[in-house]
């Protein structure tokens, strides 16, 4: 991208942002650096400071902002559970692209240890929506069925299994992989 093609296309921040984000899907959070973002964005690497102070700021920002286009991503669709959920696994493959992506809070599990706390309760927020998300649609499919056992523990193991399909398909190269995944865990859900 050049530099006129970036800044055309947004605000500066926003761009930061948008690369920052494809960068830690693709290379992973310990995998770029901010002059790799600067670069990308055809800025010096000292405005990036004006914008983030540092990378874990940028990287907080760029994982409530994921955070906020779910939230988004769910509340401008009135769906039936059974189209919830399957809208939630088309999410996954398509728009965090499936064999050639990964989700952003998933890309910064390998580097745990090496991130702040900040950037943790970030990833650690982006899980817990999707979570409580899926328990609503899990609870809702099979509420009778659930009683014996916590939907919250199916609604983690939804969520694990799409990360894990798209670190998968990630290695592979093949959304199919993903694809193989996700029906196995659909073979195995209530309804």
Known sequence: MTSATALASGSTRDQILGVARKLIETRSYLGFSFQDVADAVGVRKASLYHHFPTKEALGVA????????????????????????????????????????????????????????????????????????????????APAREKGSPVASLAAYVFSVCQGALITSRMTGRVEDFDEAIAQLKSSLPG
Not at 63 to 80: C, G, L, M, S, Y
């Open 62 to 141: 760029v994982i409530r902002q994921a955070t906020q286009f779910f939230k988004d991503w769910d509340a401008a669709r009135a769906r039936e559970p059974e189209d919830a959920l399957e809208s939630y696994f088309r999410m996954y493959r398509n728009t965090l692209r499936a064999g050639s992506g990964v989700c952003p809070a998933g890309a910064l599990a390998p580097g745990w240890d090496c991130i702040n706390e900040d950037l943790r309760q970030a990833v650690q927020e982006l899980r817990n929506t999707q979570v409580m998300w899926l328990t609503g649609v899990l609870g809702a499919l």
